[in-house]
């Protein structure tokens, strides 16, 4: 079976299927798309108004990606240029954006998409993978960010919203039942606490999944591809005047069971990028690995303080988080050592069975002072400081048991930042608007060995930078604008110290800066027809890469001279009738490294398209970025049909798919994966008199077997996506919902 096709041909059917849904019924005028509120600019605004390219998700188009225990990764390719991927399953997810990411799994590395969860940077993969529950919305912010937002946002910005407290009373119920012994729950409830004084939201969820995936080798069923997660967030808000307010925000989670990435050895055959007879969505032959156990323990406080001073706002934003994080796998995907038989699937050199425990702390503090003038200019200066400690081991497996295992090495890394930013909005005239803003930001990292080789010495980076944005927009009317940004971004100089582990060298890379040029129309077309587009060119001078893998198994930090992109984005909401709304978008980014004299170790068995230097190394110049999706697609359908008793049937339909990408730096046949597609259902029956609601659900309803990732070094491993999960899902709303 081929796993090449369907490609666009597919995708394109099923985008007819959803138009000719929405255009079947008749129009009706009445039906008006609802406005959409953004914070991507550290205010309120109408999306529409904002000159930026930028998507929101809420309500179902959110809701329903996360039935069947899905991770913040249901996010890849759910809006434009957005992606996500992860080598180490569900608890160190790594996205991208315009093609613009970093492929690096170690708990130190940066990242150019910065997640920020309710206000806070969430700089480590530990904090990026917080469950998803109970969000007003996520916000997709593209292009650099640096002015507001600061180092490390030079792709972009994935926004989550909790819901927040209100004085009326609010909640849901909700539980699910799937395939694979999958049972999710959240409940949340919030409301007045003190009346007009106080206010208070708890939230709760729960994913539970069985072990589903054989070990073949050792002859156990159901070993691993299970998790257990509770996680939680506490909420109050505190009004006492007018003028002044505070919410403090506590959340935590739990995460256990053998939910570490599932890799497969040899599931790519040399020459061929499609899954072969060795893939078995269910089995694998793991001598090794402990059963790819992995956990994490997390927690984090914010308090939120806004005071209104007469023309101004004053916010302070004030954040500890702090986590424990362990995982460990049969990294070569299966069994064999030192080139004797036997070996399985296929020929495996040698075994690698590693893994490692990171505990971290991350601290942030940020003051802003925003004007509220009546006039044509307002502005916001604000300070930011950052300091996160992380403690990280690499360890090696020595035995079939979670915890067999010795220490490779031990180290111990800090990252300290600060920065001033200002950003000023000046209305020129009743249509124009320009934007301009400036951020100088101080980084420094510092990185020390307690146990590696005696040869490894401590590392210290350090760097400044000033970035800056400016944009103009121009109103044709009341409902469309036009609009034109240059903005320019900074990535802090990064260390990679796992090498160590396996007596390799601790490696760097200097910091890279980004300048960005972007074009955009928004426009309502009708009042039931809302267009998003955005043209946009940028160029990265030092890009920080990753070289991951090869024969010699090392993680290798290094700088190309140039980095560009270029590329489109359309974002489209149709109400098609009363009761169908159509929702989509497509990206597409072309990417280069340019660089003539870099060069990387290549993998082992697989076949490279590349040049190679005399050092037999892969010349990468003219490549596009790693794990940069040639295009991403992403198309909705909301249809309601109304009942005669004042209740409704519901169906929601989303599908998501993306184009060739790239799996590492050097090319080859093997780890250039294709088009790949995939869809979600949900079909249900709503009361609207009781406020609740039944419905099937279905995630990768096709259960399409894609590959989505490679281990290159040892043989020609690859790991999937998820199978498909089909279940029942009940919801009650109560209150203000």
């Known amino acids: 079976m081929s796993h090449r096709q369907p490609s666009v041909a597919i995708t394109q059917r099923v985008v007819a299927i959803l138009i000719g849904l929405a255009l079947a019924a008749p129009l009706s005028a009445q039906q008006v798309l609802e406005e959409i509120t953004v914070t991507a600019q550290k205010r309120e605004e109408n999306i529409q ?56 799994f170690d708990q130190a590395a940066s990242q150019p998409v910065s997640i920020v969860f309710d206000e806070v940077a969430m700089e480590q993969v530990t904090l990026k993978s917080f469950p998803v529950f109970d969000l007003a919305s996520v916000e997709v912010i593209r292009g650099p960010q640096g002015t507001l937002y600061g180092r490390n946002t030079t792709a972009g910005i994935l926004k989550l919203n909790s819901r927040r407290p209100t004085q009326e009373l609010d909640g849901y119920v909700r539980a699910g039942f799937g395939d694979f012994g999958t049972f999710n729950a959240e409940v949340a409830v919030g409301g007045g606490l003190v009346e007009n004084t106080l206010s208070g939201r708890i939230s709760l969820m729960t994913q539970n999944r069985d072990d589903w995936i054989d070990n073949g080798f050792t002859g156990q069923s159901d070993a691993i591809g299970g998790h257990e997660e509770v996680a939680g967030r506490i909420q109050l808000l505190w009004t006492p005047t007018d003028t002044f307010s505070a919410l403090l925000l506590y959340q935590q989670r739990d995460l256990s069971g053998n939910s570490a990435s599932a890799f497969r050895a040899n599931i790519l055959t040399q020459g061929s990028n499609d899954l072969n007879s060795n893939f078995d969505r269910e089995t694998v032959l793991y001598d090794g ?18 005071w209104d001073i007469g023309d101004y706002t004053l916010t302070s934003i004030t954040s500890f988080q702090d986590g424990e994080q362990f995982a460990r796998g049969d990294i070569d995907g299966g069994f064999g050592a030192s080139f004797a038989p036997p ?221 560009t992109g270029i590329g489109v984005e359309f974002d489209v909401d149709f109400a098609a009738t009363e009761n169908v709304i159509l929702g989509g978008g497509f990206g597409y980014n072309d990417t280069e490294i340019e660089d003539s004299t870099l060069s990387i170790a290549p993998c082992f068995a697989c076949t490279i398209t590349d040049p190679l230097d005399a050092n037999g190394n892969a010349i990468i110049d003219g490549n596009p970025f790693q794990h940069a999706p040639e295009w991403t697609l992403n198309a909705d359908l909301t249809w309601l049909i109304p009942l005669s008793s004042g209740n409704e049937l519901f169906l929601f339909t989303d599908w998501k798919a993306k184009g060739t990408t790239n799996e590492f730096l050097y090319e080859s046949i093997e780890f250039e994966f294709d088009t790949q597609y995939e869809g979600g259902l949900r079909l249900g029956y709503r009361s609207n008199i009781n406020d609740w609601e039944i419905a099937l659900f279905g995630r990768n309803i096709t259960d399409e077997e894609n590959p989505i990732g490679g281990i290159d070094f040892n043989n020609n491993t690859s790991y999937v996506n998820e199978p498909r999960i089909i279940g029942v899902e009940g919801t009650f709303n109560f209150g203000a919902n």
């Open 49 to 104: 108004d904002v000159p930026i390219s930028i998507s929101a998700l809420t309500g179902d188009r959110l809701d329903s990606r996360f039935s069947g225990g899905e991770t913040i990764l249901a996010l890849a390719a759910a809006a434009p240029g957005l992606y996500a991927e992860s080598s180490n399953g569900r608890h160190a997810p790594r996205f991208y954006m315009r093609g613009l990411g970093n492929a690096d």
């Open 289 to 306: 690995g402990g059963n790819n156990p992995a956990s994490i323990e997390s927690s984090g406080i914010n308090l939120h303080l806004d």
């Open 343 to 563: 070996f399985g699937p296929g020929f495996i050199p040698f075994p690698s069975d590693t893994g490692g425990n990171n505990d971290l702390e991350q601290f942030s503090q940020e003051l802003r002072l925003a004007s509220n003038f009546d006039g044509s200019f307002n502005y916001q200066i604000g300070a930011f400081f950052f300091d996160d400690e992380l403690s990280t081991s690499t360890e090696f497996g020595v035995g079939p048991n979670p915890m067999d295992t010795v220490v490779g090495s031990i180290a111990f890394h800090e990252n300290t930042s600060w920065a001033l930013f200002a950003q000023g909005d000046w209305d020129v005239t009743d249509r124009t608007t320009i934007t301009g803003g400036i951020r100088w930001s101080d980084d420094e990292k510092d990185y020390t060995p307690i146990v590696a080789p005696p040869t490894q010495a401590a590392v210290n980076l350090s760097d400044d930078d000033l970035s800056g944005n400016l944009s103009i927009s121009y109103a044709l009317n009341d409902f469309s604008q036009f609009y034109a940004r240059v903005a320019s971004g900074f990535r802090a100089p990064s260390i990679q110290a796992r090498n160590a582990a396996f007596g390799g060298p601790v490696t760097i890379a200097t910091s890279e800066t980004i300048l960005s040029f972007e074009v955009g129309y928004k426009a309502y077309i009708s009042d039931r027809t809302r267009f998003n587009a955005a043209f946009f060119t940028y160029e990265i001078d030092d890009m920080q890469l990753t070289a991951i893998g090869g024969a010699g198994n090392f993680t290798t930090l290094l700088n190309a001279d140039t980095g």
